[in-house]
């Protein structure tokens, strides 16, 4: 792949020949990294996205093991959270999960998205409301004329990866069909002289297609999407399984002269099935804990807007439905209770922004207002023997008007120098997951809480872009965040014993649940250079220093000082690479300190030090080979550990070869 730095001015080589139009606005005094994605690299993109510190799921398992419901996306230190504190978009479609916030990487490669962009700190332009700590905007890697390709690579624990597109043209008229797999016979998640006899290696298959339509009238451009996605996984017992079964559809249709507009339409669902199992008898036995065998979810929204003469007006919605069907309280002669608990979400906003240029100065400003409620909310259990209610809570409806903006400023100081800054405020909706679902990881608990209120944060930044050269590039930026309310997972109590909240909470386990976190503070700087040489090597450097703490929990005081949960203090990426004719080579090394895997700061994780490399060979202009090892070294990389000192291992040494051919 290839990386512009700063601003966010990259063409896609491969977008469609017909014209596609897009409305893009980037605010002045925003850090954005844009970069084209090597499509012979069949790589998940939350796995490229580890090359940028800061930027990652909630623990340091990449997707091909952490569990689904953790692979939100947390970016610059805010702190770390399931759900993601990140706006992901796809071709302008939200892919962030309708029920829980997290995101399906499984179907999201560099074969299969062509460019990506960026945008750190809070956002308020469309669909603002989840862009808390900053967006991923992502777009489709659409096939020219005639164009196709097949591919696949052959891996570690015989794991096995296929993917083709195809595209057919008429006229104005593209459709691209794509479709992928993948399978792969895992890593086992403890070290060998942790696991027992129960623990087999954390499988999982993929599954993916996807349909793309372009067409372009005399007065509107239409575009069109329609994916589906399946994925099976086990999480390191034979009992502790998942499957999620997703549908996406989109159209988008953009046209004008004088006024530019787009319209953006979409419809997703999930459907969603996951078993929790506790081990004992030092790992001999498993017993299911926790069976959410239905979580159904859908959603729907719109963007609609306008720009002219350096104004933008929109407006945005979008609607969230879902809830878990779940059987718990297994005392071991099987589960005796059954839950129904899940609600509606609706976030309806409107948003203005203006951007010009005056001499050597461009300015920005949006001011974006939000109508939020959250309704229909329940949380019933019953004896699964006689059907009796054993709790009904009763969940009133909540709402709310919420504002969020941005003001920015770019100045050129010289040829080579531009100063820049921004001041901001953003939101985030508490999920339908973590108003309602609780859940289980070994023998830790978490409960709902569907009295959580919204998160906010505000932010300050002062950045300085040099660019003397094409070849040379270098950004600082230092930025302060103050997160108010960030929903976090809060420690009630430890276990052997029965709490009311939770129910029996077992030997080593712990018993949390979510809550608004009064305020946390992040100051932080960020470094990137890169040097491009004559020889066709690239030199890359990025740094991110984030100390963030707590600083007000009236509830809990002893928590404040402690530094949120899976944040280290230094992250950093050394990479080289090289681009010749046929040979391409990438090297690069990944740092990260030390860090909490709990709010009270017991639980230490070492810091971690891994090596990525990767080689491509073009065989003939439409045949390559490729080669990649991740992890090279094996490094010891811990995601989570519990109280009893069980430590999840993440990131394991990971090796493949490959071949594309083009058609």
Do not use: C
Request: proline share 3%; aromatic share 10%; hydrophobic share 40%.
């Amino acid at each position: 792949m290839s990386d512009n730095g700063g601003k966010d001015d990259v063409a896609i080589a491969d977008y469609l020949e017909i014209v596609e139009r897009r409305l893009e606005y980037a605010a002045s005094g925003q850090t954005t990294r844009s970069f084209v994605l090597d499509t012979t690299d069949n790589t998940r993109l939350d796995v490229i996205l580890g090359q940028f510190p800061g930027i990652g799921l909630f623990r340091r398992a990449n997707s091909l093991t952490a569990h689904p419901t953790t692979q939100g996306l947390t970016m610059r230190g805010v702190g770390a959270n399931a759900a993601g504190r990140v706006l992901v978009t796809l071709d302008g479609v939200p892919q962030n999960d309708p029920f829980g916030g997290w995101v399906y990487w499984a179907a999201l490669n560099a074969a299969s998205v062509g460019d990506a962009t960026i945008f750190s700190g809070g956002g308020s332009g469309a669909f603002g409301a989840q862009a808390l700590a900053g967006a991923l905007e992502l777009r489709s890697a659409y096939a020219r004329r005639g164009e196709g390709f097949v591919q696949g690579w052959y891996g570690s624990n015989d794991s096995l990866n296929v993917m083709g597109r195809t595209s057919f043209t008429a006229d104005k008229l593209s459709v691209s069909l794509m479709a992928g797999y993948f399978e792969t016979g895992g890593d086992f998640l403890f070290a060998e002289d942790q696991r027992g006899t129960i623990d087999v290696s954390a499988a999982s298959d993929a599954s993916f297609v996807a349909a793309q339509l372009a067409l372009e009238t005399r007065t509107v451009d239409i575009r069109g999407m329609l994916r589906y996605m399946k994925e099976e996984r086990t999480n390191g017992l034979s009992l502790a399984t998942n499957s999620t079964e997703a549908i996406d559809a989109s159209l988008t249709l953009s046209g004008g002269a004088d006024v530019d507009w787009e319209l953006v339409t979409y419809y997703r669902t999930r459907d969603f099935a996951n078993m929790f199992v506790s081990a004992r008898e030092d790992r001999t036995v498993e017993r299911p804990v926790l069976d959410q065998f239905d979580v159904p979810a859908w959603g729907a929204g719109f963007l609609a807007r306008a720009q002219f003469e350096g104004l933008e007006f929109g407006v945005d919605g979008r609607r969230m439905n879902g809830e878990t069907n779940e059987r718990f309280r297994n005392l071991g002669a099987g589960f005796t209770r059954q839950r129904r608990a899940g609600g509606d979400q609706w976030i309806l906003g409107v948003y203005g922004e203006y951007g010009n240029e005056v001499g050597d100065t461009a300015y920005s400003a949006t001011f974006r207002m939000d109508r939020w409620r959250t309704f229909g909310g329940e949380r019933v259990e019953a004896n699964i023997t006689d059907g009796n209610l054993v709790r009904e809570d009763d969940i009133p409806d909540r709402g709310d008007w919420i504002w969020s903006g941005r003001v920015g400023l770019d100045q050129r100081l010289t040829g080579a120098i531009d100063l820049r800054a921004a001041a901001y405020k953003s939101w985030r909706l508490p999920t339908l997951n973590e108003y309602y679902r609780p859940f289980r990881v070994v023998n830790d608990i978490t409960e709902a809480n569907p009295s959580l209120l919204p998160e906010k944060l505000y932010g300050l930044e002062v950045g300085l872009d040099y660019h003397p050269l094409n070849t040379v590039q270098f950004s600082a930026t230092l930025f302060r965040n103050w997160l108010n309310d960030g929903v976090g997972n809060v420690t009630i109590g430890f276990g052997p014993g029965f709490f009311s909240l939770g129910g029996f909470v077992p030997a080593g386990g712990v018993l949390r649940q979510r809550a608004n976190i009064d305020r946390s503070i992040t100051d932080g700087l960020e470094l990137d250079g890169s040097l491009q040489l004559q020889s066709g090597w690239t030199l890359t450097a990025r740094y991110l220093y984030a100390r963030a703490r707590v600083t007000r929990f009236d509830a809990r005081p002893e928590l404040v000082g402690k530094r949120p949960v899976q944040t280290p203090r230094h992250s950093a990426t050394f990479a080289a690479s090289y681009k010749g004719d046929k040979l391409g080579v990438n090297a690069e090394l990944r740092l990260a300190s030390n860090q909490y895997d709990d709010d009270l700061n017991t639980r230490l994780l070492d810091g971690i030090a891994t090596v990525n490399i990767g080689v491509s060979y073009a065989v003939t202009k439409r045949a390559s080979l490729t080669a990649r090892a991740e992890n090279l070294f094996d490094a010891k990389v811990v995601s989570a550990v519990t109280a009893d000192g069980l430590e999840t291992l993440a990131q394991q040494r990971f090796a493949r070869i490959g071949i594309e051919i083009q058609f």
